[in-house]
């Protein structure tokens, strides 16, 4: 009876016709060492299994960090929190446990130019990716661009669906550069469709008082703009100087060419 004979070719097949790749891979390997370590079948298949799932979570973790869009790799441990002293250090940890994602309330990351609020927000974000989050990232100017695109080719409805598909949404340099009317409108509309349903992480080196600079001096619409993203909010204020001004200065004390500050 070949059915109840062992044909690795067989067993491959069906690994195969299942898309079980890891099983595939692993499966001689894992059957070797069970065979010498006298494993019961079933701490055979839980070991075979587990490879499979470990496979699976990896991958779609990596699929959320690419599909996030975020302009450079950033992580919390490689932020030097000796370098910003007043920064609390347990807050930005707990934080990274993601809970405010859950709960749907935002981020808010103040500080001047260099201060290491892009990359807290990237790692943020990326740590979100890994705990099963859908993340965006976009600068504020870029979603204004997004959004006048879409509005250009009647797309506005598909952009606001991938809004909303998404967990946690990161957007960085808000102040840099002043929206003109329309882009101003499209930010509100967005901050509107976010309130409540999707988790915000905004980078600004502007106080909330000089917002309405950004939002083309319309005072009513950016006091309504700041009761949506404030109303479940943490503010983190960065204090402190430019990190690559810092790192920079040092390096041309050694006698090392400064890198151009941006
Ligand atoms: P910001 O967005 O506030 O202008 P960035 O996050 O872009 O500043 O930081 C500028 C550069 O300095 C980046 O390369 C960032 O990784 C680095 N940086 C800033 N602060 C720190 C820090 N405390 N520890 C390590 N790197 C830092
Ligand atoms: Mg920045």
Known sequence: MSRLQHTPELLNSY????????????CATVARQAGEQNATYELFLQ?????????????????????AGFPVVKELSEFDFA??????????????????????????LNGAPGTGKTHLAIALGREACRRGYKVRFHTAA??????????????????ERQIQSCDLIVIDELGYLP???????????????????????????????????????DERMTGALLDRLTHHVHIVTIEGDSYRLR????RGKKGEEPEPTT
Not at 83 to 108: E, G, H, T, Y
Not at 143 to 157: C, D, G, I, K, S
Not at 247 to 250: D, P, Q, R, W, Y
Request: proline share 3%; with cysteine; glycine share 2%.
């Open 15 to 26: 690994l195969k016709a299942l898309r079980l790749p890891a099983m595939l891979r692993e």
């Open 47 to 67: 070991q075979l299994t587990e490879l499979e799932v470990q496979q699976r979570q990896a991958a779609s973790i990596g699929r959320r960090l690419k599909q």
């Open 83 to 108: 370098a910003a002293p007043k920064l609390n250090k347990k807050r930005l940890l707990d934080l990274a446990q993601c809970r405010f994602v859950d709960q749907r309330s935002n981020l808010v």
């Open 142 to 159: 870029r979603l204004a661009n997004l959004y006048q695109e879409a509005r250009e080719e009647r797309q506005v409805l598909r952009l």
């Open 179 to 217: 929206l003109d009317r329309h882009g101003a409108e499209h930010l509100f509309g967005f901050f509107s469709q976010c309130y409540e349903t999707t988790s915000l992480i905004v980078t600004t080196n502007l106080p909330f008082a000089d917002w309405p600079q950004v939002f083309a001096n």
């Open 247 to 250: 790192t920079s200065a040092k």
